[in-house]
């Protein structure tokens, strides 16, 4: 099962899908291309406690763990 993570300010919400389930795949998709549009910047498990952050902000369907860091505000 692969999972998105949520950051936010009451801690965090994880969705876990199946990546071999189209229908879960296709959700996850939209769940990560409507979370970037709200400003959340993806992040993606790389193993030994760090991740990558892709250019492109485009959805990688093989990654196991995706992070989503809302963005920082003004205060």
């Known amino acids: 099962m692969a999972r998105h993570i949520i950051m936010d300010p009451s801690g965090h919400s994880t969705f876990a899908f199946d990546p071999s389930n189209k229908a ?20 993606y498990h790389q193993g030994g406690g760090t991740h990558r ?17 809302p963005a920082l505000r003004g205060g």
């Open 24 to 43: 879960d795949l296709a959700k996850a998709g939209r769940r990560f291309k409507e979370l970037v549009s709200m400003g959340y910047t993806p992040a």
């Open 53 to 69: 952050v892709p250019e492109d902000r485009v959805f990688d369907p093989s990654a196991d763990e995706t992070i989503f860091i």
